[in-house]
């Protein structure tokens, strides 16, 4: 089974370890649907998946392809040292994975991609929020829960949702790329120094402001 990859490093939101799998299509259709707009659960069949592999590290994909050229997943995964247990259905290497075309214009040729973060993400602090940058459809969710949601086709846009508090089960990215280049994928997690680092800088600034006006 593409989703029964073994010896999958614990990870978190900061540090992250996913499983993506991945479906292309050729002729509009993956197990007899069209997905081009629907970059939300539930996924395409896993049966029907071109092929499934870890990547580590956090999503940071911009293929700068010029508008209206076709791109390959090779253009989207640049950094193909962080991919291992790789697996395909049919028996595809990953490099011709890589050479597999990811989408090209028109609404034909198309991929929808599931990242499921490996091991649960702990310890998250309230308020703490994600920002996914995204092309073609993206939507996010946590512990079964939308956390973002924006699954159809569009230009760049930055979509912005709050994490649940304490721990996540489960925290699953899906992604479209259709119509050909450019495709975009950036998911943003402030990490907590950062986060407390920015709450300190504003109440310094906050009281800065406040001492000038009594002053005043």
Avoid at 73 to 84: A, E
Avoid at 157 to 178: I, N
């Amino acid at each position: 089974m593409l989703l029964g990859l073994t010896g999958i490093a614990r990870a978190d939101i900061y540090n992250p370890t996913w499983l993506v799998t991945a479906w292309t299509t050729t002729n509009g259709k993956i197990g007899g649907t069209n997905f081009i707009g629907a970059a939300s659960q539930p996924v395409p069949p896993a049966a029907d998946a071109l092929a499934s592999f870890t990547y580590s590290g956090q999503l940071n994909f911009d293929n700068t392809n010029k508008q209206g050229q076709s791109n390959t997943y090779g253009d989207f995964f640049t950094n193909t040292g962080n991919i291992s247990n790789f697996s395909s259905l049919s028996n595809q290497t990953e490099s011709a994975f890589l050479k597999t075309t990811m989408s090209a214009p028109g609404s034909s040729n198309y991929s929808y991609l599931e990242f499921s973060l490996q091991g649960p993400a702990t310890n998250i602090a309230a308020g703490t929020y994600i920002t996914i940058t995204h092309d073609d459809g993206a939507s996010s969710y946590a512990n079964g829960k939308s956390v973002t949601l924006s699954p159809g086709e569009t230009q760049a846009v930055s979509d912005t949702g709050t994490l649940p508090v304490g721990s996540m089960t489960s925290f699953a990215v899906d992604y479209v790329e259709a119509n050909g280049a450019p495709a975009v994928l950036k998911v943003d997690v402030p990490e907590p120094g950062s986060v407390l680092l920015l709450g300190t800088g504003l109440l310094v600034l906050g009281l800065v402001v406040r001492r000038r006006q009594k002053a005043l």
